[in-house]
Each structure stands twice: as structure tokens, then as C-alpha cells.
């Protein structure tokens, strides 16, 4: 089946620093890539929806210039948090499409970042 | 807009013992309707999914749910779980022919006990 990888699976860093996750469609080309947030025992919460060659899409109330998005290529999408803070932290997941009708979205391991 | 409500935040279970976790939803427009699965600090799983077609669908690891349109409901059952089958389930939907924007619901915890 279709896998997803996400790179790093844990993040420590300091307050202020930048930090950039990868999420990558192993074996097949992924158009769409979204980007969840997920906090200790709650649901995902859609952060961003991401098409290759163009600009993300931001749910409301997700800060775009805190949660940088850009999907070079159909395999890659990356996620960096700028100017990280404690609150920051969450476990981070993304999810890729494969274009083939709306049920084929397969989702990465995800990352669990920490910010001290 | 689309909404998914899981009615049971927890669901304590023997070994053996058949389950049902709810999930309803609410949708002005037709709807794609999945059942995914977590483990700790992993990602999400698709155990199944309704598309169109029969109202029953089957799953892995031997789950099954039904769609009920009348009473928007997709209920995921198993006849007998196992310990390996604690996890988090989560209810999600989508707009049918749409884009592909999944919904989640807030997650049952299913704990199976031996």
C-alpha cells in the first residue's frame, strides 16, 4: 500500500528556534498533502491543505506565517514552525493524496515536537 | 458544514467481547464516511470506509460498520476483540465528490482488558 514517511518523529528545541518537518509519499505522487495538529488526547485538527507548485491552503485560525508550508515537488511537503514557543508543541501529522477519487489519504507517522 | 460526533470518549471491553463504537455525523450534502484507527504515537490507520453501494462494509483486523443514512449514523463494530486491539478509533468524513477535507470526530478510546 501507500506509504508516508515523516521526518523527524521527535523534535526538542529551544524557545525561538525554527523547526522544519518533512513529509514525504514514498511510493507513489501525492497532489494534495495536509497538515494536522493533534494534542494529547484529542481529535486532529486540520491545520493546512497543501497542492504542489502552489501556495497552502490555511484553516481559520491558523497563523500562515507561523506555520510555514511549501510542497516543492508531488513526493514532499514540509511543515516548519517559526519562532517556536511552548505552546507550539503538539504532535504533528501529515496526510497525502494520492488524486485517485476522495477516499485515498494515507497518513504519515507523524512528529512530536517539544519546545522547552 | 460537516460535523462528526463520538459519543463514547471511552469504551471499556473484555477480552473476547464484542464492541460497538457510535459515530454520527451531521452533512447538508452527501457524505464519504471512514473509520481510522491509532496507536500511541503513530499515525492514522484506515480500517474502512463508505463510498456508495451496500450500507454494510467490512474492514481489517475484522471490523465492520454500517451506514444508517436515516439515522446518520456509522457505527463500527467487532464480534470479539483482542488485546491487541486498544487503541484510539477515530469517525472522520468528507464531502462526497468533493476535495478531499476530512472531518474528524474527537476519538474513542478503546481499552480491551483480558
Known amino acids: 500500500g501507500a506509504v508516508v514517511s515523516q521526518h523527524p518523529s521527535r523534535v526538542i528545541c529551544k524557545s525561538g528556534t525554527s523547526v522544519k518537518i518533512e513529509c514525504r509519499s514514498l511510493?507513489?505522487?501525492?497532489?494534495?498533502m495536509f497538515w494536522y495538529r493533534q494534542f494529547p488526547k484529542q481529535s486532529l485538527m486540520l491545520m493546512a491543505t497543501?497542492?504542489?507548485?502552489?501556495?497552502?491552503?490555511?484553516e481559520q485560525g491558523v497563523e500562515k506565517d507561523k506555520f510555514l508550508i511549501n510542497h516543492a515537488s508531488l513526493t514532499l511537503s514540509t511543515l516548519t514552525v517559526t519562532s517556536a514557543h511552548p505552546e507550539d508543541s503538539s504532535f504533528y501529522i501529515c496526510?497525502?493524496?494520492?488524486?485517485?477519487?476522495?477516499?485515498?489519504?494515507?497518513f504519515g507517522p507523524g512528529t512530536r515536537l517539544t519546545v522547552l | 458544514a460537516q460535523s462528526v460526533t463520538q459519543l463514547d470518549s471511552q469504551v471499556p471491553v473484555f477480552e473476547e467481547a464484542p464492541v460497538e463504537l457510535r459515530c454520527n455525523y451531521s452533512?447538508?450534502?452527501?457524505?464519504?464516511l471512514f473509520w481510522y484507527v491509532q496507536y500511541p504515537n503513530q499515525g492514522l490507520q484506515l480500517l474502512l470506509k463508505?463510498?456508495?453501494?451496500?450500507?454494510l462494509v467490512k474492514g481489517i483486523n475484522g471490523f465492520e460498520a454500517e451506514f444508517n443514512k436515516s439515522q446518520t449514523s456509522f457505527h463500527l463494530r467487532k464480534p470479539s476483540v483482542h488485546i491487541s486491539d486498544t487503541a484510539e478509533y477515530f469517525c472522520?468524513?468528507?464531502?462526497?465528490?468533493?476535495?478531499?477535507?476530512?472531518?474528524f470526530g474527537a476519538g474513542t478510546r478503546l481499552a480491551v482488558h483480558p
Open positions: 472522520a468524513v468528507t464531502v462526497s465528490g468533493g476535495y478531499n477535507k476530512l472531518i
Open positions: 496526510s497525502a493524496d494520492t488524486g485517485i477519487g476522495t477516499d485515498t489519504q494515507y
Open positions: 452533512s447538508s450534502v452527501s457524505v464519504y
Open positions: 497543501s497542492n504542489e507548485g502552489s501556495k497552502a491552503t490555511y
Open positions: 511510493d507513489f505522487q501525492a497532489t494534495t
Open positions: 463508505y463510498l456508495s453501494g451496500s450500507t
